[in-house]
């Protein structure tokens, strides 16, 4: 099956290869009423993460009959890993084509640095769009994605704060810090492990990690560079390979994505999970998946924050069309329903002190979570990401030093 | 080979070059560096110098490779021979084996992962708790991804081997029995030579098809070591765009070691006596 992919990928290749590459970053010049009309008719293909059902249901039931109302067609592509989407276009880049299958990716992060690196973005139109008056302009988790500028490339969708979860039921006496969650593995045994990087949230934990053994964020510059990379990160190896035996499985094998730890919590083989989306916690210990006494575990330093994106391929044809349907995820009225925890529970991007009156009561009677408090608790004492070339660095780093290491 | 033949298979043999020639030909480029995604082409040998990891790819996909292929044989030939037999129950081992054949891989690899994880039906069903099962599924030992290949190639295996000694095996068993052959040598001088051919060319596409195939691995396997198509791909879509030519180097790797296994497998099949 591979084979035979690669084998066409590479013929469309190989016939490509006289193409011209098309330029991306054109601006968009046309007016948001005209870009309206265009969008009218047009089939917009939203490539998403696939493995949250309740951000599937969102967008089939809420997202997409809001678009439809506005005359375009709004098609959800599920894909096991955005790389995937990513992938899509720069192979329909290399075949210069322009009427690509992708037209809305949620992504951000590393994968979005690599869509710029490879001028893969339709760029210049988002801080365009109607409804950027409801955010902050000068929010840095909006200006910029993982110390890469957003530049209008992308619009800001949700944002997310990395936490810990437990079971409060196992775990009485809860640790505080990260340094106490270390402690804690070290003496309960085969009760914890982290989906393996690149796995998204496998390598945030080791991110988050590496703050806590260089004692802190503040320790650890943003942007990337190979001397402070080796600096800093042999203390990390070090540690992750202490830590180790005390793992699932003694830490010779990981769990290969979120899904398979969240398995593990649910079956009780674990006492503490990990998510970068809180809030689809709630949803999970409402449907029995995770045991009612699931908790949110607050830690004194704070954890990582970001926030995600739309952004639109270079290679779209129906870039007004993605264009509508990214102003419209950004209205006060998507927004506020899909921060609803029984909806999807995302945290808004927008201002609220920017809303009307209206909708900022309608933002204000959104129930509680039993399980999640809300954004502004967990994203007290944020810890801000670190510029995407840190993270393959530390991915490659991790299978390297640690998982090749321990076996 | 007379010539009205070669010109009559020219058209097959110069679509498969084409494709073949195209496809090999631009991932062997891009292994070395001379197609990049981003940045200007140069000449590099990086993803061909053996690191820790290829290595490991290499001997973990040749150990899944050979012992599903092995285990596959063995069953499928057996199975083979009790399909053209005329024991009890053949339409029943027929059925299962006809059943086993259509279902997808992927069907296949979630399937024995439900039954023999950790808190599977298996372990269920027998009452050991999570912690006490062994480690079948994403273990030390491809155990779960050997299974699946097993189980899948052995009814590919019978199909094929009892299709070629359908029409043949029944009249030369009843000829030897009636000469007095006991069935042991009856196995070892009729059936088995009757069955080689097939059985050789039969498990020669299972150990490429199992070289080269990704998802059963990928779901059933543990995160290190890698085999060749999993590591394969990890690459290809690393956010790091540098990573291609390393992806396409272990894909070329694969294609070779395929190729070579392909290549003997076809002489061996020449030497074998049913053959001519």
């Known amino acids: 099956m591979r084979r035979v992919a690669s084998l066409t990928a590479g013929i469309v290749l190989v016939s490509a290869c006289a193409a011209p590459i098309s330029g991306s970053s054109e601006e968009t010049s046309d007016s948001w009423p005209e870009i309206r009309s265009k969008a009218r008719g047009q089939t ?17 039931d809420v997202l997409a009959p809001a678009a439809r109302q506005a005359g375009v067609t709004l098609r959800r592509v599920p894909v096991a890993d955005t790389k995937e989407a990513l992938n899509r276009v ?94 804690w593995i070290e003496a309960n045994p085969g009760r914890f492990t982290y989906p393996a990087p690149p796995d998204f949230t496998g390598s945030v934990f080791v991110r988050q990690l590496l703050y806590t053994v260089s004692g802190g964020h503040e320790n650890v510059p943003a942007t990337f560079d190979q001397e402070t990379f080796d600096e800093l990160t042999p203390a990390l190896w070090q540690r992750l390979r202490d830590l180790a035996p005390s793992l699932w499985r003694n830490g010779r094998t990981y769990p290969r994505d979120s899904v398979a730890l969240d398995r593990l919590f649910a079956e009780g083989q674990l006492d503490m999970t990990m998510t970068y989306g809180p809030a689809t916690l709630t949803e999970l210990v409402e449907e029995g998946t995770f045991p009612p006494s699931t908790r949110v575990l607050p830690l004194e330093e704070g954890t990582v924050g970001n926030a995600s994106f739309l952004a639109i391929p270079a290679t779209s044809a129906d870039h007004a069309g993605a264009m509508l349907v990214a102003n419209l995820a950004l209205s006060p009225t998507q927004q506020r329903i899909k921060a609803d925890p029984r909806v999807w529970g995302q945290f808004t991007v927008l201002d609220e002190s920017r809303l009307s009156g209206r909708d900022k009561a309608d933002f204000d009677r959104l129930p509680d979570s039993p399980v999640v408090p809300s954004y502004t608790v967990l994203a007290r004492h944020a810890n801000p990401e670190l ?4 993270v393959p660095a530390l991915d490659e780093g991790w299978r390297r030093d640690v998982l090749a290491e321990v076996q | ?51 820790r990891e290829v290595l490991a790819a290499v001997g973990l996909s040749l150990l899944i490779a050979s012992a599903s292929t092995s285990v596959a044989a063995l069953v499928g030939l057996s199975t083979a021979l009790l399909l053209v037999g005329s024991g009890r129950g053949r339409r029943m081992l027929a059925a299962l084996v006809t059943a086993s054949i259509p279902v997808p891989h992927l069907v296949g690899a979630a399937s024995v992962g439900l039954l023999l994880s950790d808190s ?140 070579s296994v392909a290549l003997t497998a076809l002489a061996l099949l020449r030497r074998t006596a049913a053959w001519r």
Request: hydrophobic share 50%; charged share 15%; proline share 7%.
């Open chain 2, 1 to 51: 080979m007379d010539r009205r033949g070669a010109v009559l298979v020219a058209p097959a043999v110069v679509a498969v070059l084409f494709v073949l020639g195209a496809g090999l030909g631009s991932a062997v480029l891009q292994s070395v560096g001379l197609i990049p995604l981003v940045g200007d082409p140069a000449l590099q040998f990086t993803g061909y110098v053996g690191e």
């Open chain 2, 120 to 259: 599977g039906l298996m372990s269920r069903w027998l009452g050991v708790p999570a912690q006490a099962w062994p480690s079948l599924v994403a273990g030390a030992w491809p155990t779960a991804v050997i299974f699946e290949y097993a189980w899948k190639e052995s009814a590919f295996v019978a199909l094929v081997v009892s299709a070629s000694l359908a029409s043949r095996l029944p009249d030369y068993q009843e000829t030897a029995a009636l000469l007095g052959a006991r069935p042991w040598a009856r196995f070892r001088h009729v059936a088995l030579p009757l069955a080689t051919p097939a059985l050789l060319a039969a498990s020669a596409i299972a150990f490429v098809y199992t070289l080269g195939s990704y998802e059963v691995a990928w779901l059933l396997g543990a995160a290190y070591p890698e085999p060749l198509p999993v590591l394969s791909y990890r690459l290809f879509t690393s956010t790091d765009l540098t990573a291609r030519p390393d992806a396409m180097a272990v894909a070329v790797m694969t294609t070779v070691i395929a190729g």
């Open chain 1, 387 to 390: 510029a995407s070339a840190w």
């Open chain 1, 90 to 183: 720069l192979a329909e880049k290399q075949a210069g084509r322009s009427d690509g299958e992708v037209d809305l990716v949620w992504v951000n992060g590393d994968n979005f640095a690599t869509g710029v690196q490879a001028d893969a973005w339709r760029c210049g139109w988002s801080s365009a769009l109607p409804n950027m008056r409801f955010t902050d302009p000068d929010d840095p988790l909006l200006t910029e994605d993982f110390g890469m500028q957003v530049d209008g490339c992308e619009s800001p969708w949700h944002k997310a704060q990395f936490t810990l979860v437990y079971d409060s039921a196992r775990i009485t006496d809860p640790p505080g810090t990260m340094s106490e969650v270390l402690d």
């Open chain 1, 44 to 60: 917009v293909s939203l490539w998403m993460w696939g493995g949250d059902p309740q951000g599937n249901a969102y967008v089939d």
